[in-house]
């Protein structure tokens, strides 16, 4: 299941952005958010089964940060990619807010949502002392893993 | 004083490493202006009118001997030989290379200090009342609590890149002089009818371009869910405040538009999916931390060179006049019997208000070792305090303090005047605050009169963004500029304390020329119209209002 408009409960498709109807389309697990997103009843729609991608176009958009721990405090429990042109110094807080993968949008030049999957960089779960905002999950420390 | 656990001293050399790899990056070309701001913000550093700027932290405003050397050190080695300390109990250096910056980061964290989240758009230093730890009246020592939330705040990484910036203040006591009303959030330690401690939270408080006093969010806040319940507010805030608009982007802006009801409704609705997780405080973890503060030591006995004299023996009568004047105006006691908290006053002649130099700051560790167990703190009035000074050595202090010039005895009186850097340091100002400040105290030099005038709070601020608090002075001036030239709007009757209060517009602006003059005119006034040397300026602005105030400066 994708919010390629078929449940009403995921975010609009329309706010994808990457063109959902390149060939191809969206893996049908896919659930597209927008950091500006204002509701949050979707995430209580989430199944394991979903790949979540919550996406911004500023590299300074904390908004992101705050919709991984959410969706982690809901207890979803799949992957959880963070799309946008984020520097490496923010890698480590996007891991530790809960996201297990992370995308350059710039590597979706093709328009193709199925380059998605293949472009993941997988978040090394971070070095340093734990925080006491942490959250780690199983799913999310994706260190030694491939996407 | 708060000692670093290694956690702390390795998360602080670790930021030490990464800026470094931030500032090369920068200066080798490999991360954009725009990248870079919000990295270096985030450390402190500003790029001001003449050269970067460079804010330190010191939380809550408690500095050792060690650390203040250290900032000597540094205000000669990078710096042109003296720091500035601000409102909010930090210090700036304002003449830096940026190149030279990590080198500096890396000689304080040899103290345990850094730059870490003391500018940017992230939770910024916790501040809190001066009197901290010392206060009889007070409920708890705050500083413990400001450390928890220090721990917390500190590159926690869901919240280094909020809306807007976004400053905490606690107070232990009802005598409020931390301001907490005109904080984004303002806790306030109380008890409940059973006695167990716990905080008044109040939000959406703060200064700048729309100024606002903080809302009562929670009545009753049981202190195991501190953490919690701070998370749940800054994750609203992150998840909802403007970012379309920096001037709308403050958290009082989304309280305000949400009605305080819904604002507090969507933190619960956060904090109950988050209470009792692992951000619950136990017992252990505050007494942990409790244990960390070192207990203050009392200096009790002096070298035998230093002549105590408590009784005052051979002292010439203008001596011991003076001596009993500067006890009186910059000297408090504290809740340890025998043992005084001193004020020294950092608004001396012709220097901007808060400045101390490299020589000044290594006289007043020599002091503080000497006679206060080696702590000083920093005062939200731009002023510095020796915490605990035993009352037998009061006047050889007296005496040192005068010898390295460092006896002003005009603690909280009109000479007593926070001012922003302004035009002098800031690229954003319209208007010069440090002259017209120096104007100011020139006008009042009497020692006679400046006692009987009383603590009349002036704040100055170059621009709307109000650094210098211009909102909350007893009088308060605020620089605008029309048409290239630089005026002056004066306010009336805000207050800082527990009942803050914004100040109401006098007029319109006055000139350049006149600003220091029509203060003048306004404080003559409050002589003539006070009820008794009792009644405090915002008093006697209640009673009689803006007209016979308007009269002197308008001539109305
Ligand atoms: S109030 Fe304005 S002029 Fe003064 S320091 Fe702040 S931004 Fe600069």
């Known amino acids: ?147 | 004083m708060y000692q670093y656990s290694q956690t702390d001293q390795h998360l602080v050399d670790q930021r030490v490493v990464q800026f470094r790899n931030q500032t090369d990056r920068y200066l080798n070309g490999d991360l954009s202006e725009d990248q870079f701001r919000p990295l270096r913000l985030m450390n402190g550093l500003y790029i001001q009118r003449y050269a970067p700027m460079l804010r330190i932290a010191i939380p809550y405003g408690e500095l050792n001997s060690r650390q203040l050397r250290m900032l000597a050190r540094i205000a000669r080695q990078y710096d042109r030989g003296y720091g500035h300390i601000t409102t909010r109990q930090n210090i700036q250096f304002n003449w830096l290379k940026l190149e030279q910056v990590p080198d500096l980061l890396a000689d304080l964290s040899l103290v345990q200090m850094h730059a870490i989240q003391t500018s940017g758009n992230c939770i910024r230093n916790i501040t809190s009342d001066h009197l901290a730890g010392i206060d009889a009246a007070e409920i708890e020592d705050p500083r413990p609590w400001c450390e928890i939330i220090r721990q917390w705040a500190t590159l926690h990484p869901e919240f280094l890149y909020l809306p807007r910036k976004f400053k905490i203040a606690v107070t232990g006591s009802e005598n409020d002089r931390a301001a907490i009303l005109a904080h984004d959030i303002g806790l306030r330690l109380v008890r409940n009818p059973g006695q167990e401690t716990g905080f008044q939270v109040f939000v959406g408080g703060g200064l700048g371009r729309t100024p606002v006093v903080g809302k009562l969010l929670h009545e009753f806040l049981p202190k195991h869910h501190l953490l919690s319940y701070l998370e749940a507010i800054l994750r609203v805030y992150n998840l909802h405040g403007r970012r379309d608009n920096k001037y709308k982007a403050r958290i009082k802006i989304l309280v305000n538009s949400m009605g305080i009801q819904a604002f507090g409704q969507a933190v619960n609705d956060r904090f109950q999916e988050i209470r009792d997780g692992k951000l619950t405080l136990t017992d252990d973890r505050i007494e942990q931390i409790k244990s960390r503060f070192a207990r203050p030591v009392m200096n009790v006995s002096l070298p035998a060179r230093i002549h105590c004299n408590p009784a005052g023996a051979g002292r010439t009568v203008p001596d011991r006049d003076a001596f009993e004047n500067w006890k009186a105006q910059n000297t408090l006691r504290s809740k340890y019997a025998s043992f005084h908290s001193v004020f020294i006053s950092l608004k001396k002649e012709n220097v901007a208000p808060g400045d101390i130099s490299a020589e000044e700051m290594d006289v007043l560790a020599g002091l503080a070792d000497r006679y206060s167990g080696g702590l000083v703190r920093t005062t939200h009035r731009q002023n510095l305090l020796l915490p605990l000074v035993h009352a037998d050595h009061l006047y050889p202090l007296w005496k040192d303090l005068q010898k390295s010039g460092q006896s002003n005895t005009n603690i909280q009186t009109v000479q007593d005047i926070i001012c922003c850097p302004g035009l002098e340091f800031c690229s954003l100002a319209n208007t010069t605050s440090i002259p017209i400040a120096i104007e100011i105290q020139n006008r009042f030099t009497d020692p006679l009169e400046l006692k009987s005038l009383g603590d009349i709070q002036i704040k100055i601020s170059g621009c709307m963004n109000a650094c210098g608090h211009h909102h909350i002075g007893h009088i308060g001036i605020l620089g605008v500029d029309k048409k290239g030239e630089q005026w002056f709007q004066i306010t009336l009757g805000g207050r800082a304390d527990q009942n803050l209060k914004l100040g109401t517009r006098l007029g319109p602006a006055v000139s350049r020329d006149h600003i220091s003059g029509c203060v003048e005119s306004v404080i003559r006034q409050y002589l003539k119209l006070r009820s008794g040397p009792d009644e405090t300026f915002p008093d006697t602005f209640e009673r009689v209002g803006l007209t016979p105030f308007k009269e002197v400066v308008y001539g109305q």
């Open chain 1, 1 to 147: 299941m994708g919010n390629s408009g078929t449940d009403p409960a995921l975010p609009d498709p329309a706010q994808m952005p990457f063109t959902p109807s390149s060939p191809g389309g969206p893996p049908p697990d896919l659930v597209v958010v927008p950091s500006h997103i204002e509701t949050r009843s979707w995430i209580d729609a989430l199944t394991p089964d979903h790949c979540v991608l919550v996406y911004t176009e500023r590299f300074d958009d904390g908004r992101v940060f705050s919709l991984g721990r959410q969706i982690r405090i809901a207890s979803f429990s799949g992957r959880l990619i963070a799309a946008g042109e984020f520097l490496p110094d923010q890698l480590d807080s996007l891991a530790r807010c809960g996201f297990s993968h992370h995308l350059p949008l710039s590597s979706l030049a093709d328009g193709s949502a199925g380059a998605v999957l293949e472009n993941l960089v997988a978040l090394p779960r971070p070095a340093g002392p734990d925080h006491p905002g942490d959250h780690f999950t199983p799913e999310n420390d994706m260190s030694s893993s491939t996407p």
